[in-house]
């Protein structure tokens, strides 16, 4: 999709609870885009813990998360469902 | 820290007073300040077991004290976020409900709608749901309220399944699909299927079954087989009656075949005494005439005879043996070279060449087919004959072919007609060889076909029996 914009923000050494606070406060703030498809989220992260918890949360939120692991880091891309 | 200085020793009064009470003032105030911090304490106290409540709630770990202090939690406002978190979560919900509720109503619209039986159970074999086809088919008269909670076994199965063909049992005992084909009950035959439907933890909760009425099916299925059966038996009558009167007829041909080689004897050999007693008092054109009656009648002689042997063929019971088709090729070429010892003529015979049938049978099939390509190869000054096998889409198939005169493809099916010739006088026959050919191949439930193309030879294939032990 090549209209969407990406909102990156970096949390690594954060851990929980901070890490899935500071994500969902994001998604908070762009509920509207994300829901529509105008915007994704990608978090990066090196807490394992919130891998699930971020995932879980945005599902109940309605939307899809994608984690992949690059060396040390987690991505937890956030879009619409 | 107190900040007041003490002036008792100064003896001003008014100084005194003003100090006492500025004493009692800042004693209040610290007193008060004590008990907002505590109450602010308590408040924030109160936010954060909230919080970590909460965060329990979503999975994870509770608040820090170090990582948020009384004055950061309320600016951080966590308990907003996850308010604000659950706010749209609630808001997810209720839009996954309307959906789950649209599925649930096409699901009851196809539930009511499907001409099946449809009947769901649960572990105990008790009805929890049923369609209205069901009801049709197994619950006629009964009221919604006496059949609910029902062993399935009794009020559907009517305990006529025994528990080794129960779908039911099957799918309890692990199945992920189960049917009983061709039930028959009540004089109406289904095909029943069962499928489970699984907690989340995995175990079977429900089973679904469905009873698909097959009874017009199995009816026409049966008047079909019926008919099949009649048109077989039919068919094998007028096998039987075209066998019998084809054998007549082989007999007729053979009855009349032989009856007239005996007036034609007379014709022969009376032609023979006048030709050669009396041929003194004919004239040249009498002579000529007598001739040619003679040359007619050894040709009838010929006919007549292949007429014989042709009907012969038809009528000989086929021994079916391992037969050594190379030994009969290698025979046939030797008694082909012995005939005209003059000709040169390559032979390429196959070693190996086996099948199933009649020795004697195929013997004539070497001969005609062999002695065909010796005859139209005549004019070939280096004539080749080859005699071989090939594989064709795995089938065995051998062949015989020449290099020889050929014929036209036009006319391929004129080849295994009896007294059909695709050639004239210059080439000797009765034109009855290749429909031998064709009536023993058939015999030995084989085929034959030929190939060529005019002027650059010709090759016969032929299909038979394969012989399983060589």
Redesign the interface.
Known sequence: MENVQTLEFDITGQ????T??IT??E??NN?AALKSGAVRLLVKTDNR??T??IP??AS???LTAAVQKIDAVYTILISKE | MDTIPDTSMTGNNAETDEITALRQELTRLRSANEQLTNTLQLRTGYIRTKVNQLLNVMGTKPLRDEELDGNSIVEFDPLGIIFESFRHILASLKEKNSQLQLLHDEMVAIFSAVQVGIMVVDRDFRVISFNPTMKNIFFTGLEDGAIFGELCSRIACNGQIPDEFCAVRKILEGAEFASFKSWEVRGRIFDVEAAPIHDSAGLVTRIVLVYNEITGLKKAQNELQQMNTELELRVAERTAQYQEINQELESFCYSVSHDLRAPLRHVSSFTTILAEEYSNKLDVTGRDMLVRICRGSEKMGRMIDDLLRISRVSLTEVNFVAVNLTSLAESTAAMLRDSDPERRVTFNIAKGLSARGDAALLGIVMQNLIGNAWKYSAGISAAVIEVGMKKIAGKEVFFVSDNGVGFDMTYRDKLFRVFERLHGEEFEGSGIGLATVQRIISRHRGEVWAESEVGTGATFYFTLPENKLK
Do not use: F, Y
């Not at chain 1, 851990?15 to 901070?18: D, L």
């Open positions: 851990i929980c609870p901070s899935l606070l969902l406060r998604i908070n509920i813990d919130c699930n918890t879980e949360a109940n939120m309605g």
